[in-house]
């Protein structure tokens, strides 16, 4: 599993688990690929934010081999 804090380890077509903002909390995790890459800066300490292709958005947590 890649560091969903480091934008270099995130593709466009990557299959992640994200947390979303209303999902914070508790942690639950939302698997889907990635579609837009949001975040602009090379890190975040919370996860780079993505767009899947559900149309969901929310910040990387893992990255699916």
């Known amino acids: 599993m890649a560091d ?3 934008r270099k380890n995130i593709a466009i077509g990557l299959e992640v688990e994200i947390v979303q903002k209303s999902d914070q909390r508790s ?4 698997a889907g690929v990635v579609a837009k890459i ?3 800066s090379s890190n975040h300490p919370h996860g780079i934010k993505v767009q899947l292709t559900s149309g969901l958005v929310g910040r990387v947590k893992n990255t699916i081999e």
């Open 4 to 6: 969903g804090r480091q």
């Open 27 to 30: 942690g639950k995790l939302t």
């Open 38 to 40: 949001l975040t602009k």
